[in-house]
């Protein structure tokens, strides 16, 4: 089981679409290859590759803090848990308990991450819009809200950042590893033999080419994620530059003229102005 675990791992690190910063894929990718592939004590080193063990939920002054800090994933184990990557499943949980309890009249999304994988994160954002239905969201950053997590902060009502924050990374990419040279100079040929017609299965098998078909069918894919992206942006936040979805992040002051967020602010002034929302 755990060897399926880690295999699960790498296949989202190397052939699934990410809604994550390169920086953050990068650094995740070179600690599965150096503490996994390498070490081959991947479940001693997983506290490397995700930081932190990830915080719960508050409840202060009627305010629900929900953290979304570090890596997004969904349906995430525990290991990856203690070891900090956030799960979509448990922030729309949170949401949930938030909204059932009388004593809580906001809830505050405390985001710092890079984002993370697509799967789970347009029913965790749609989860959030829905609950300010019912009680005002307010998203805040005093760290980065990029990508996937940008794609949950812009659910709420309002986003705050700190000066120093970093919003958008608004894009998708698939990256995928080539590796028909390598197995060429080590003397082996893969060949795959598929049902007629299965022009897609099979793509990108360790040791062959994607043909420009399946490249194309790939593409197709992580422009349809991005069109959700933007479409709920713009869904939620009225006209955005568009020159602020074409991948980039931008600190607070910019962001804000960009119009991915509101205001530049304090956690604290956050807080007053959240608690006069509701009212």
């Avoid at 608004?170 to 795959?192: F, H, M, N, Q, R």
């Avoid at 080419?209 to 349809?224: H, I, N, S």
């Avoid at 931008?250 to 807080?271: C, H, N, R, Y």
Wanted: charged share 20%; net charge negative.
């Amino acid at each position: 089981m755990k060897h399926i675990r880690f295999t699960n791992i790498a296949n989202q690190i190397y052939s699934k679409p990410w809604l994550v910063t390169p920086l953050a894929h990068a650094s995740i990718r070179r600690l599965f290859e150096t503490r996994y592939q390498v070490s081959g004590k991947a479940e001693n080193q997983l506290v490397d590759m995700f930081g932190d063990s990830q915080p719960e939920m508050t409840i202060e002054d009627g305010i629900a803090i929900i953290p979304i800090k570090g890596i997004i994933g969904k349906g995430l184990g525990k290991l990856e848990k203690v070891c900090g990557a956030v799960d979509t499943e448990d922030i729309s949980a949170n949401i949930t308990a938030a909204l059932d309890n009388p004593d809580v009249t906001a809830i505050l999304l405390d985001v710092n991450s890079p984002g993370g994988v697509c799967n789970g994160t347009p029913e965790c954002a749609q989860i959030i819009a829905d609950a300010n239905e019912q009680k005002p969201v307010m998203a805040y950053s005093d760290g980065e809200a990029c990508s996937a997590a940008y794609w949950l902060a812009s659910s709420a009502k309002a986003i705050y950042g700190s000066v120093s924050a970093e919003f958008g990374s608004v894009g998708v990419y698939l990256p995928w590893c080539d590796e028909t040279e390598a197995y060429s100079k080590e003397g082996v040929k893969i060949e795959l033999i598929k049902n007629t017609g299965g022009d897609f299965k099979g793509a990108g098998y360790p040791g062959t080419a994607l043909t420009p078909e399946q490249k194309a069918e790939l593409q197709r894919g992580v422009d349809q994620i991005f069109a959700m992206f933007t479409g709920h942006i713009i869904d939620r936040r009225g006209p955005v530059n568009p020159n602020a979805l074409r991948g980039q992040t931008f600190l607070s002051a910019e962001a804000k003229k960009m119009g991915l967020i509101d205001e530049v602010a304090t956690f604290a002034q956050a807080v007053s102005d959240l608690k006069l929302l509701a009212g």
